[in-house]
């Protein structure tokens, strides 16, 4: 008889889930059983990944095109994911962008974009889901920051801050849900192969152009065996361990000149 998988019976969403670390992150949950719901902005994309999901690992997959950045757009989701008869069993809050740039000379309309869905969006999906999660007392919450959310990023100072909510939110869920069964973990990647480079504009910061890019399935099986123990932070890779550590170290002035001299144009 085949060994029952850990995630059968149960439903993950996984939001931003046409591309990058998203896929990774909604293939790790199907190998191990999960049937899905994935959420993207673009429908096409997201629809091939349903279909190609679903075929190798004998789940079901529902592909769900909304705009998460748009004020209401959880509810949305969650409103079409309730029409479908759907129980969500474990919400990946992956959807999220950067935009570099000294915060003057940057329009306001990207700054806005990413609270309303870094921070917004995530939040939104999470209180929706939560207090289902814990009367069930199983499923949880996997919240996808960054290395970024560990100090202030000057040159890209809210996706910094933005990433600083969902560290410190993941963090303070952990607890509260301690001793429930429902688990909670934040992923803290550093720079990772993903289209988010080349929306952020990070390839032309000193940063971008002298860091090591991890590829995104080693990323994403790091997030998914964290889910799984309950860890409550996991951060990728050696160098962005240490330099997190030396960061904490540091006086936090010296934090400032140093993110600030990374974050320039190279």
């Keep these: 008889m085949a060994k029952k998988k850990r995630g059968a019976g149960q439903t993950a969403l996984v939001t931003g889930a ?6 990774d992150l909604a293939e790790c ?3 191990d059983g999960y049937d ?8 096409p994309a997201l629809e091939e990944v349903a279909q190609r999901l679903a075929s190798t690992y004998g ?31 474990v919400l990946v809050n992956n ?12 329009p306001a309309e990207p700054q806005l974009g990413m609270i309303d869905l870094n921070v917004r969006a995530l939040t939104e999906l999470t209180h929706i889901y939560w207090k289902d999660m814990l009367a069930r007392g199983r499923g949880g919450v ?15 100072a809210v996706y910094y801050a933005s990433k600083a909510f969902v560290l410190s939110f993941s963090e303070a869920l952990w607890e509260e849900a301690r001793g429930t069964g429902v688990k909670v973990s934040c992923l803290c990647p550093g720079p ?10 990070t390839g032309r910061t000193r940063l971008g ?31 962005n361990k240490a330099t997190i550590a030396a960061a904490r170290m540091l006086p936090r002035g010296q934090v400032l000149k140093i993110v600030r001299g990374m974050m320039e144009p190279a």
């Excluded at 959807?95 to 940057?106: K, L, P, Q, V």
């Excluded at 996997?142 to 890209?156: D, I, R």
């Excluded at 990772?192 to 504009?201: H, P, V």
């Design 18 to 23: 046409s591309a990058g670390i998203g896929i």
């Design 36 to 43: 899905l719901v994935l959420a993207a902005r673009t429908a």
């Design 192 to 201: 990772t192969a993903s289209k988010f480079r080349e929306r952020a504009g």
């Design 95 to 106: 959807a999220g962008f950067g935009h570099a740039g000294a915060f003057a000379a940057e």
């Design 29 to 31: 949950f199907a190998k």
């Design 59 to 89: 789940v079901k997959a529902t592909a769900i095109a909304v705009d998460l950045g748009a004020i209401g757009g959880g509810a949305k989701l969650a409103a079409e994911i309730a029409a479908r008869g759907i129980t969500i069993d």
């Design 142 to 156: 996997l919240n996808v920051a960054s290395t970024a959310a560990f100090q202030p990023g000057p040159m890209m």
């Design 209 to 239: 152009k002298s860091s090591k890019v991890m590829a995104s399935a080693p990323v994403a099986r790091m997030a998914y065996t964290a889910f799984r123990n309950n860890t409550r932070v996991v951060v990728t890779g050696a160098t």
